[in-house]
């Protein structure tokens, strides 16, 4: 089974550029979800879709950053402008099925974000 | 609101020592508590869980019980190997909602 693709794996840009990221979950995967993990801390949570809807972007910094799902399968993530503070590892995770408390996710590897 | 609290690292340790990383839970209800483990240049994966009080979740050799009355999910080891190297994450949910991490425990093991 293949497993979450994410793209790039690096990326470096300086600030008040654009950048975006790519994401392809597990075939069949409902629910898609957008951490961003900056160094030394946890995994937060930016945006979490059912199908192409959003169910909770309440901590996504809406002034810059905008995610998609058109088609409920792959989605992207974007940041314009860039900041500093920006620089983390966004990953993506899928799960099968509506959030609950015995869903899995699973996570991809990641892109690694410099923002210089 | 809903919170992870995990033992701050790095944890060092020599093969076949007994791990203890530490984990407290804030939250509302009756949340789902996880594990998951960052191995060097990985994604994320599920360890173990477990869904209600007193339950044990198990996996590869590791061990953690969710303790309502502590509100804790320590994660256990008897005897740690150098595959076992990796960044450990205390993640609890509930219902409806996304995971919450906490900040991460890294453990180095050496031979």
């Known amino acids: 089974e293949a497993g979450v693709a994410q793209s790039p794996r690096y990326k470096i840009i300086e600030k008040r550029q654009s950048v975006a990221f790519w994401c392809n979950p597990i075939?069949?995967?409902?629910?898609l979800y957008w951490y961003q993990q900056i160094l030394g801390q946890g995994p937060k949570l930016l945006i979490q879709?059912?199908?192409?809807?959003?169910?909770?972007d309440s901590q996504l910094p809406k002034d810059r950053f905008s995610a998609e799902r058109l088609k409920g399968v792959d989605s992207t993530l974007k940041i314009q402008p860039a900041k500093l503070e920006d620089s983390a590892v966004y990953l993506c995770?899928?799960?099968?099925?509506?959030?609950?408390?015995?869903?899995?996710?699973?996570f991809g590897s990641g892109t690694q974000l410099s923002v210089l | 609101g809903n919170s992870v609290t995990q033992m701050e690292g790095p944890v060092t340790l020599s093969e076949e020592a007994f791990l203890t990383i530490n984990c407290t839970y804030t939250a509302t209800g009756y949340p789902s508590l996880f594990w998951y483990v960052q191995y060097p240049g990985e994604g994320l994966q599920l360890l173990l869980k477990a869904t209600k009080a007193d339950d044990k979740g198990s996996n590869k050799g590791f061990e953690a019980t969710y303790r309502k009355e502590t509100t804790s999910f320590h994660l256990e080891k008897g005897s740690v190997q150098v595959s076992d190297s990796a960044v450990y994450f205390c993640?609890?949910?509930?219902?409806?909602?996304?995971?919450?991490f906490g900040k991460g425990t890294t453990l180095s093991v050496s031979s």
């Open positions: 995770a899928s799960s099968l099925g509506t959030p609950g408390l015995r869903e899995k996710l699973f």
């Open positions: 879709f059912q199908n192409n809807g959003v169910v909770d």
């Open positions: 993640a609890s949910n509930q219902a409806g909602t996304a995971l919450i």
């Open positions: 075939s069949g995967h409902a629910t």
